[in-house]
């Protein structure tokens, strides 16, 4: 996808060196980032300069690999990927990736192992391009029906940020959207904010701008009246872990506007690469959910007057937070999952039809 009409991705390796986009400067500033060592793409993860679960998944096993290029050791590659799978808990692709590129690399000649794991790191990525890509397509017949139907502009309501800057290129929740866009459609999209990280409203509203898609940001609590009024005809949110029954781990929030839609009859669809589904998982009360810094509520982040970002404290002092980051969304709210494969029913059986 592009910024300021050059194609980029949000990872990419270049001289042994892991390069990223630092989310967390956008939208104010664009600034590419080194990685150089394990402890580099482990604070990445921490802090979000690289978020969303299939972007997490490719920065951790590029991780591995920095982890090699550092010290050549398999003992050493074992506590790099234990680091990684610990640094953040509730997105299922992190683990997944690493298992992935530790089951290639077991036993692998020293000699050999930098440029297998190389090569393995390299296909984590383009797989993930190719389904968010095929997402997209299949979630673009969905928008097509309703457009055919509406004979006017679609409008589409996204939480959080599931957008090309949170997987390799194109999105999940977005790719749709993007498709739509590019065939000459009339998309429109509801923003939410997200907070308490407002990654919709700095990522999402600003990638969309970037590809010259219509939108427009509303705190998160608008969606309900919007869908009162008719002015939503379908939600597309992402997801961080699937679980083979349907429910759904995502960003705090979720659930509520899943709720609104159920309420509005508004369609409520999930996009998802297959790597983000967790087939061990049974109870979704036994998903890790993340608890993040209360400063992420307390405190917002923003160009001062003499464009410098500042963060300020919007809370009282004495105050205290509790920042839970995601939420579960039961099967049942689900409309479809969007995947590389198709759109199932959010169901043990719809998964396993997709997914033999």
């Known amino acids: 996808m592009k910024v300021n009409g050059k194609a980029f991705r949000t990872i990419w390796f270049e001289n042994n060196i892991v390069k990223i986009i630092d989310q967390t400067k956008l939208p104010h500033q664009f600034t590419i980032k080194d990685l150089k060592t394990i402890k580099d793409s482990i604070n990445a993860i921490k802090t979000m ?32 990927s234990e680091d990684l799978i610990s640094s953040r808990p509730t ?6 990736a690493v298992d992935r590129m530790m089951k290639k690399l ?19 990525c383009e797989e993930d391009i190719n389904f968010c890509k095929n997402i997209g397509l299949n979630g673009l017949k969905i928008i097509e029906e309703i457009y055919k139907k509406k004979k006017d502009t679609v409008n589409i309501l996204t939480h959080c940020n599931a957008g090309w800057l949170a ?11 993007y498709h739509a866009h590019k065939k000459g ?22 990638e969309l701008n970037e590809e010259g898609v219509s939108n427009t940001i509303i705190a998160d609590n608008t969606g309900g009246i919007l869908m009162q009024r008719g002015q939503v005809d379908m939600c597309i949110t992402g997801t961080d ?3 083979s029954n349907g429910d759904v781990a995502n960003k705090v929030g979720t659930y509520l506007k899943a709720l609104a839609a159920h309420d509005n009859k508004v369609p409520f669809y999930v996009a998802l690469p297959s790597s983000t589904i967790d087939w061990n998982i049974k109870n979704s009360k036994d998903i890790p959910i993340e608890e993040r810094n209360s400063e992420e509520l307390s405190h917002v982040e923003g160009l001062d007057n003499n464009d410098k970002l500042t963060k300020v404290l919007i809370y009282p002092k004495k105050s205290k937070a509790k920042n839970l980051a ?29 997914f033999k």
């Not at 997105?91 to 997944?96: E, F, Q, S, V, Y």
């Not at 077991?106 to 984590?124: M, P, W």
């Not at 997987?167 to 959207?177: F, H, L, V």
């Not at 009339?186 to 997200?194: A, L, N, P, Q, S």
Request: proline share 3%.
């Open 106 to 124: 077991a036993g692998v000649n020293s000699k050999e192992i930098l440029n297998i794991a190389i090569k393995e790191a390299q296909n984590i």
């Open 49 to 80: 300069e690289v978020r969303g679960a299939p972007l997490i998944g490719a920065t951790a096993a590029y991780g591995l690999v920095l982890s090699i290029i550092e010290k050549n050791d398999q003992s050493y590659l074992k506590k790099a």
């Open 185 to 206: 459609i009339k998309v429109h999209v509801w923003v939410d904010e997200t907070r308490p990280r407002n990654q919709g409203a700095n990522l999402t509203s600003y």
């Open 326 to 354: 995601f939420d579960i969304t039961p099967s049942k709210y689900v409309t479809g999952l969007i995947t590389e494969k198709g759109v199932c029913n959010a169901s043990k059986d719809g998964l396993e039809s997709l």
């Open 167 to 177: 997987t390799i290129d194109w999105g999940t929740a977005t790719s749709p959207i």
């Open 241 to 243: 872990r699937t679980l």
């Open 91 to 96: 997105a299922i692709n992190l683990k997944w």
